[in-house]
C-alpha cells in the first residue's frame, strides 16, 4: 500500500532549530513538496526535491534520500508565525499522497 | 481575484439538503482537485480534473457529484450528505495533472462544511 509518515506533534522554543522527518512507501515518485498550512488557512508551497540531498531555502531546508524513503523539513531560527502544520506530500502519476501533517507549536 | 479561490468559506447543512462548493483558479492551470481534509487525518484526494476531464475518482460516495465546465471553474455538488462528512474541503490547481517534472499545487482556502 502506500504511506505516508510523521510525527503528529512537535514543540519548540523560538529561536531554535526544528527538524521535522517523513517517511514514505508509494508506488510511483515524482517529487516530494513540504506545504505549510495555519489553522482555517488552505496549505501554501513549502519545498520540493526530487533528487537526493539538500534544498535549501532561507531559513527552511529540506533533505531527501529515495533509496531510504525519507525526507525531514529543517527550519532555523523559529518564529512564533512558523507555529502551523506541516504536510509532507509524495507527487505519483495523478495523485498526490499526503501525510496527516506535523503540527508545530513554537513557545516563547 | 489571484491563485485559487472557493465559496463558500463556510457552509451548514442539513442531510436532506443539497448545496454546492464552487471553486476558481486564475493561473491558467489544466487540471484541478478536491481534496477533503478531516481532523488528524491526512490529506483526502477525492477528483481530478484535467482539461475538464475526470481522471482521478478517488473511490468517493455517489453522494459528492463533481462539475468541472471549463478549466477554470470546478464544483463539488452534495446531496444527501452524512454528519461524518462534515470537514474542511480543498480546492487545488496545478499547471498539469501528470507529470514527471516539478508540478506544484496551489490551494484555495477551503469550505469548512458542517452537515447536521
Known amino acids: 500500500g502506500q504511506n505516508i509518515d510523521q510525527p503528529t506533534e512537535m514543540t519548540a522554543t523560538e529561536g531554535a532549530i526544528v527538524q521535522i522527518n517523513c517517511t514514505y512507501q508509494?508506488?510511483?515518485?515524482?517529487?516530494l513538496f513540504w506545504y505549510q498550512q495555519h489553522a482555517g488557512e488552505a496549505p501554501t508551497f513549502l519545498s520540493y526535491n526530487v533528487l537526493d540531498g539538500l534544498e535549501e531555502k532561507g531559513r527552511f531546508s529540506s533533505f531527501l534520500s529515495r533509496s531510504k524513503g525519507y525526507s525531514y523539513l529543517l527550519l532555523k531560527e523559529l518564529q512564533m508565525k512558523d507555529s502551523a502544520s506541516y504536510l509532507c506530500a509524495v507527487q505519483g502519476t495523478y495523485k498526490y499522497i499526503f501525510g496527516t501533517g506535523t503540527r508545530l507549536k513554537v513557545l516563547a | 481575484e489571484t491563485g485559487v479561490t472557493q465559496t463558500p468559506r463556510h457552509l451548514v447543512m442539513g442531510m436532506t439538503n443539497k448545496k454546492s462548493l464552487k471553486c476558481e483558479q486564475h493561473l491558467g492551470h489544466n487540471a484541478m482537485y478536491w481534496y477533503k481534509q478531516s481532523a488528524k487525518k491526512p490529506l483526502e484526494l477525492m477528483f481530478v480534473?484535467?482539461?475538464?476531464?475526470?481522471?482521478e475518482n478517488n473511490s468517493v460516495p455517489s453522494r459528492f457529484s463533481p462539475e468541472c465546465p471549463n478549466s477554470s471553474h470546478l464544483f463539488l455538488h452534495l446531496h444527501t450528505l452524512q454528519p461524518e462528512d462534515s470537514a474542511l474541503y480543498l480546492c487545488?490547481?496545478?499547471?498539469?495533472?501528470?507529470?514527471?517534472?516539478?508540478?506544484?499545487?496551489?490551494f484555495g482556502p477551503g469550505t469548512r462544511l458542517t452537515v447536521l
Open positions: 480534473y484535467s482539461l475538464e476531464e475526470r481522471v
Open positions: 508509494t508506488s510511483g515518485f515524482n517529487g
Open positions: 487545488a490547481s496545478s499547471l498539469h495533472a501528470t507529470s514527471g517534472n516539478y508540478n506544484e499545487q496551489f
